[in-house]
């Protein structure tokens, strides 16, 4: 088992930047693939982003392909987003989740495919 803590969100202008974090405790955090996803109010949560256990291989939405970017830290267990060029619709709830995966190169996209999530940080993007 996982437990999974994120950081980073708050308040940013459009077109600013925020780097989320997700700090995981128990388990090897290396036996899991890793993902964000996100859930504005009155929306049905989205997959934002996913990586790989190693790193290797990383997958984005369209929404924020080219502006945000996941990578990890195996030895520090340690899971981030990093946020450019926010907009307004950028503005959400965001979760990380992990999910058990034998193979090191899988990414997962699908919540359903996750294990365990925390329990969110809140982004706020303003005009």
């Known amino acids: 088992q996982v437990q999974l803590v994120e950081s980073g969100g708050g308040l940013v202008q459009a077109g600013g930047s925020l780097r989320l974090s997700c700090a995981a405790s128990?388990?090897?955090?290396?036996?899991?693939?890793m993902g964000w996803f996100r859930q504005a109010p009155g929306k049905e949560r989205e997959f934002v982003a996913a990586?790989?256990?190693?790193?290797?291989?990383?997958n984005y939405a369209d929404s924020v392909k080219g502006r945000f970017t996941i990578f990890r830290d195996n030895t520090k267990n340690t899971l981030f987003l990093q946020m450019n060029s926010l907009r307004l619709e950028d503005t959400a709830e965001y979760y990380c989740?992990?999910?058990?995966?034998?193979?090191?190169?899988?990414?997962?996209?699908?919540?359903?495919?996750?294990?365990?999530w925390g329990q969110g940080t809140q982004v706020t993007v303003s005009s």
């Open positions: 128990g388990r090897t955090f290396s036996s899991y693939a």
């Open positions: 989740a992990a999910g058990d995966s034998i193979r090191s190169t899988t990414v997962k996209t699908f919540s359903t495919m996750y294990d365990y």
């Open positions: 990586i790989s256990r190693s790193g290797s291989n990383t």
